[in-house]
């Protein structure tokens, strides 16, 4: 009589990670994500790689911008380098940080020469003024979009929004040094982190 047992299920391999198609692909997305975010790449980086290109999901782009932000050195070169070392080791982390470089340097040098010849003009102090607030504003927006992802907190959405009043009021209001909120509230914070996590 034949066997009539049913084959066994073949292993389903998970969909492969959508990425970078190349060096050139990764220089030329940090290159148009400096100029998009020029004066603040912060309000637009979200949105590129998370919406956009999928390349991270939004708990790991949270996950870390943590780290950037923790790091000595610019954030989103930071997140660059990660990002880029990722995908394709040293050659990415180095694509990536000329990616955010390179035009924007240029660009830099261009309006520093223009703006030593007209810093004096009231025009301009009122603009530079006025800038400033549309940056604010960005920032504030990006926040609000990254506050989704801290509803999957294992310490609760409660706590890390305290945790962000906290570091507002002592950065802001108190004028405490970053570094020093970072080692004390980030301390905190990973260690009741951990001890949740903790089987």
Not at 29 to 35: M, T
Not at 63 to 77: D, L, R, S, T, Y
């Amino acid at each position: 009589m034949a066997d009539a047992r049913l084959p066994e299920p073949t292993a389903v391999e998970p969909a492969p990670r959508p990425g970078p198609a190349s060096l050139t692909e990764l220089f030329l997305a940090f290159n148009w994500l400096a100029l998009q975010g020029f004066g603040g790449v912060l309000a637009v980086v979200q949105r590129e790689l998370v919406e956009r290109k999928r390349w991270m999901t939004l708990d790991e782009f949270v996950e870390e911008w943590a780290v950037a932000q923790v790091m000595p050195g610019p954030n989103v070169i930071n997140l660059g380098l990660m990002l880029g070392d990722r995908f394709f080791g040293w050659r990415g982390a180095a694509v990536t940080l000329l990616g955010l470089m390179t035009v924007p340097l240029v660009l830099v040098l261009c309006l520093g020469l223009v703006y030593s010849h007209f810093q004096n003009q009231p025009q301009v102090a009122g603009a530079l003024r006025a800038m400033s607030a549309v940056a604010a504003g960005l920032i504030m927006a990006t926040a609000c979009k990254l506050l989704p992802a801290l509803r999957k907190h294992v310490l609760g959405m409660p706590f890390c929004i305290g945790v962000a009043v906290v570091s507002f009021v002592a950065v802001a209001l108190v004028r405490m040094p970053l570094m020093s909120v970072l080692l004390v509230v980030g301390g905190i914070s990973c260690v009741l982190t951990w001890r949740k996590l903790k089987p």
